[in-house]
């Protein structure tokens, strides 16, 4: 008898906690009273929910150089770095931390190449909590290019840079063009 009311005891216990675990899950964004449930985010259409976590879809870059950049980073084996920043305007400053340009930076990514390959940006991920803070959901990236520095102290290129919403980048490919930054004319 004892044994048959342990195990009906433990299937009510299990049955409490897998009833808790299907709450619907939401998010409220530190001051901000907002509730972000995962439903309203997959209707944005741009981002994957993963957790706690929204992950920004892929994208790829290559890049074009002149010939005379070109032959300057093949020949030294210098590399290139594609830096991805990605920021979005806040509902409200004061609950967020901006950085000293103003911006409010949400995540970054970074490739380090050799020219001919290309990078791929993706599994990058911010939290839905900042996702919360966005007065605009579908948020910014900027594009850096420039050497990796190993050969020289210098940068030695000149690229051209990407600025758009995720929602006019995902899934796609961009090519930058470039040069070198002294002694190539175009």
Do not use: W
């Not at 599994?123 to 966005?134: A, D, E, H, T, V």
């Not at 190993?150 to 063009?177: E, Q």
Request: hydrophobic share 35%; glycine share 8%.
């Amino acid at each position: 008898m004892r044994k048959f009311s342990i195990l009906i005891l433990s299937a009510f216990f299990a049955l409490l906690i897998s009833c808790n675990n299907k709450k619907e899950e939401t998010i409220v964004a530190n001051t901000d009273t907002t509730v972000v449930k995962p439903e309203e985010i997959r209707m944005e259409g741009i981002y994957q929910v993963e957790g706690d976590s929204l992950v920004i879809p892929y994208f790829d870059i290559n890049l074009e150089l002149s010939q005379k950049a070109q032959d300057r980073i093949v020949s030294t084996g210098e590399t290139i770095i594609i830096d991805a920043f990605f920021s979005g305007e806040p509902k409200d400053t004061a609950g967020v931390e901006l950085a000293e340009d103003g911006q409010y930076y949400i995540a970054e990514g970074k490739k380090e190449i050799k020219y001919g390959e290309t990078a791929r940006f993706e599994n990058i991920k911010f939290s839905r909590k900042q996702y919360g803070f966005l007065a605009d959901k579908d948020i910014d990236l900027l594009i850096n290019v420039y050497t990796g520095r190993h050969t020289t102290g210098d940068n030695l290129l000149d690229c051209d840079i990407l600025s758009d919403k995720m929602s006019k980048v995902k899934g796609k490919t961009f090519t930058l063009k470039g040069k070198l930054i002294y002694g190539d004319a175009k």
